[in-house]
């Protein structure tokens, strides 16, 4: 079965500056997906980023990057120029290849943006 | 604009009284979800239907069903809700199952059980 960790329960961060929140996960498999999704305080979950596991590149969107590290399991989000907007719970997921869409979830990192 | 809407935000319902959450979808996607999200938790799925297709999750309560009249709408009815089925439910819609597009979600509904 795969699980998924996020270590840092909680984190905050000066607006304009950047932040780095960690996830782990373990697999057997050597073709999946990951996902970091963000649930604002109105609580719809929105899609930030999104990596294949068979690409070594790291996946960018705008401010958001992450860190893929395949060998050690490890699948960092860094924010940079932290805005008050990204306040909000970050979910790490995890899904197999071609086993459908049943996200495996982290339990979550809650990120305020301080001003 | 909203592409996946859940009526109510907020529910109430009492122990033991059937509650019915619903979801409906803009986007034409085939597949809609429901997840279960406790306080302070990941998201954990329930059920799924790809079209009319319906797929219970192992650990899904009996407790827990789910209808889908058409494409744009989904149901999910707890039979008998317990003081342990109080969380936030959230429906989500993908194009496809297999193939690993993002999900869009609704702002779920938040369920009371007194």
């Known amino acids: 079965a795969q699980t998924v960790t996020q270590s840092q329960p909680e984190m905050s961060v000066q607006e304009a500056e950047t932040v780095t929140l960690s996830c782990t996960y373990d697999?057997?498999?050597?073709?999946?997906?990951l996902f970091w999704y963000k649930q604002p305080p109105s609580r719809q979950m929105i899609l930030v980023i999104r990596?294949?596991?068979?690409?070594?590149q790291n996946a960018t969107e705008n401010r958001f990057s992450v860190n893929f590290q395949k060998a050690a399991k490890s699948f960092s989000l860094k924010i940079s120029d932290s805005q008050l907007g990204d306040t909000a719970m970050y979910f790490c997921?995890?899904?197999?290849?071609?086993?459908?869409?049943?996200?495996?979830f982290g339990p979550g990192t809650r990120l305020s943006v301080l001003p | 604009d909203a592409m996946v809407i859940q009526n109510p935000r907020y529910q109430v319902t009492q122990f033991g009284k059937p509650v019915t959450l619903s979801c409906s979808q803009t986007?034409?996607?085939?597949?809609m979800y429901w997840y279960q999200q406790k306080s302070s938790q990941a998201p954990k799925l329930l059920f799924h239907?790809?079209?009319?297709?319906?797929?219970n999750e192992a650990d899904t309560p009996d407790n827990f069903q789910s209808r889908r009249p058409n494409t744009s709408f989904c149901f999910l009815d707890i039979r008998s809700p317990g003081l342990g089925d109080a969380a936030m439910y959230l429906c989500?819609?993908?194009?496809?199952?297999?193939?690993?597009?993002?999900?869009?979600f609704g702002s779920g509904t938040q369920l009371s059980v007194l």
């Open positions: 989500a819609t993908s194009r496809e199952f297999l193939r690993p597009e993002k999900l869009f």
């Open positions: 697999t057997s498999e050597n073709n999946y997906y």
């Open positions: 990596q294949e596991a068979y690409k070594q």
């Open positions: 997921a995890f899904m197999r290849d071609n086993y459908g869409q049943n996200f495996v």
């Open positions: 986007l034409n996607h085939n597949v």
């Open positions: 239907y790809y079209d009319k297709d319906f797929n």
